[in-house]
């Protein structure tokens, strides 16, 4: 006799459809086990009108792993768009091929196209100096330099000749701090060490040694979770200030972060994006399954 498949269609099913036919929570873990890799095409568009970046088909492999599975999503410009999922889905490992971060691991191989305003950044010829200007990184831990506040936000204009003299060097480094929302409250000290700052402090810095170079695209890399609830909500006010200028990518644990800072989000899973929408779509009206369930907290 014929069995019956009776595992729901998870790509295809609505979310008012997926509330009537969803497992229970104790069977949760194993229905997701069941959804076959082949129907995890992304749910949601995945364009944007006017985008800063595109990314189509993109693999990521460490050695013999597959650590991210055919990727594709537009970035627009001046939006931030967060990037959630639980701990190991590619997250991270994507935002680091924005700038070819991941060219620094050995056994890291990325394949798939990769356009910054219409330039492939991975064609042979890219120089990876002026891209990682181009597409700034702020990263989980702040990591100012051992330098003095000055210095760190200086030190890149200087190595990319973006100043001419003292003074314009003195208007770049008060300008980013400016934009850090940091130059009140270091005016007076910048000649300290930026370590000496607090954590905050250090990952405003952080942002505004990264605006120094004139960025189009900026990379943050869960930037908030060593931080405090107060210097957190700095940040994110700050995050909502820089998308004037800036297309603003975010990694995030925190599913109330990615509500509240951005207009785009993208949920990973297993190295597939398994959807991407406007925000408050995606938190209300989720139409995959496995977002259902990550953002209710049925897995995380």
Same mark, same amino acid.
């Given at each position: 006799?014929?069995?019956?498949?009776?595992?729901?269609?998870?790509?295809?099913?609505?979310?008012?459809?997926?509330?009537?036919?969803?497992?229970?929570?104790?069977?949760?873990?194993?229905?997701?086990?069941?959804?076959? *890799?082949?129907?995890?095409?992304?749910v949601?568009?995945?364009?944007?009108?006017?985008?800063?970046?595109?990314?189509?088909?993109?693999?990521?492999?460490y050695?013999?792993?597959?650590?991210?599975?055919?990727?594709?999503?537009?970035? @627009?410009?001046?939006?931030?768009?967060?990037?959630?999922?639980?701990? @190991?889905?590619?997250?991270?490992?994507?935002?680091?091929?924005?700038?070819?971060?991941?060219?620094?691991i050995?056994?890291?191989?990325?394949?798939?196209?990769?356009?910054?305003?219409?330039?492939?950044?991975?064609?042979?010829?890219?120089?990876?100096?002026?891209l990682?200007? /181009?597409?700034?990184?702020? &990263? /989980?831990?702040?990591?100012?330099?051992?330098?003095?506040?000055?210095?760190?936000?200086?030190?890149?204009?200087?190595?990319? @000749?973006?100043?001419?003299?003292?003074?314009?060097?003195?208007?770049?480094?008060?300008?980013?701090?400016?934009?850090?929302?940091?130059?009140?409250?270091?005016?007076?000290?910048?000649?300290?060490?930026?370590?000496?700052?607090?954590?905050?402090?250090?990952? *405003?810095?952080?942002?505004?040694?990264?605006?120094?170079?004139?960025?189009?695209?900026?990379?943050?890399?869960?930037?908030?979770?060593?931080?405090?609830?107060?210097?957190t909500?700095?940040? =994110?006010?700050?995050?909502? =200030?820089?998308?004037r /200028?800036?297309?603003?990518?975010?990694?995030?644990?925190?599913? /109330?972060?990615?509500?509240?800072?951005?207009?785009?989000?993208? &949920?990973?899973?297993?190295?597939?994006?398994i959807?991407?929408?406007?925000?408050? *779509?995606?938190?209300? *009206?989720?139409?995959?399954?496995?977002?259902?369930?990550?953002?209710?907290?049925?897995?995380?």
């Amino acid at each position: 006799m014929k069995m019956q498949n009776l595992e729901p269609d998870y790509e295809n099913m609505t979310f008012e459809k997926s509330l009537e036919k969803r497992p229970d929570s104790t069977d949760t873990e194993k229905s997701r086990d069941l959804v076959p *890799r082949e129907l995890r095409d992304t749910v949601g568009d995945i364009t944007v009108p006017n985008p800063r970046m595109i990314c189509r088909g993109v693999n990521v492999y460490y050695g013999e792993k597959q650590a991210i599975r055919n990727v594709s999503i537009d970035i @627009g410009r001046n939006e931030v768009i967060a990037m959630i999922g639980p701990s @190991g889905c590619g997250k991270s490992t994507f935002i680091r091929c924005l700038n070819r971060m991941n060219d620094t691991i050995d056994s890291c191989r990325v394949s798939g196209e990769i356009l910054l305003e219409g330039v492939n950044i991975y064609d042979k010829n890219i120089d990876v100096v002026p891209l990682r200007a /181009q597409v700034g990184m702020v &990263f /989980q831990k702040p990591n100012p330099f051992p330098k003095s506040i000055y210095d760190n936000v200086a030190y890149g204009p200087k190595i990319h @000749g973006l100043a001419r003299n003292k003074s314009e060097l003195d208007e770049i480094v008060e300008t980013s701090l400016l934009k850090a929302g940091l130059w009140d409250e270091v005016k007076d000290q910048l000649d300290h060490l930026g370590t000496s700052l607090s954590g905050g402090q250090q990952q *405003r810095l952080c942002i505004a040694r990264t605006i120094a170079v004139s960025p189009e695209v900026i990379l943050m890399d869960e930037p908030c979770s060593a931080l405090d609830p107060i210097a957190t909500a700095i940040i =994110e006010d700050l995050i909502d =200030e820089l998308k004037r /200028q800036y297309t603003i990518t975010i990694v995030t644990h925190s599913m /109330q972060q990615a509500s509240r800072v951005s207009q785009r989000t993208a &949920f990973f899973h297993l190295g597939d994006l398994i959807e991407v929408g406007p925000t408050p *779509r995606i938190f209300t *009206r989720p139409r995959h399954q496995l977002t259902e369930d990550y953002i209710t907290g049925r897995f995380g």
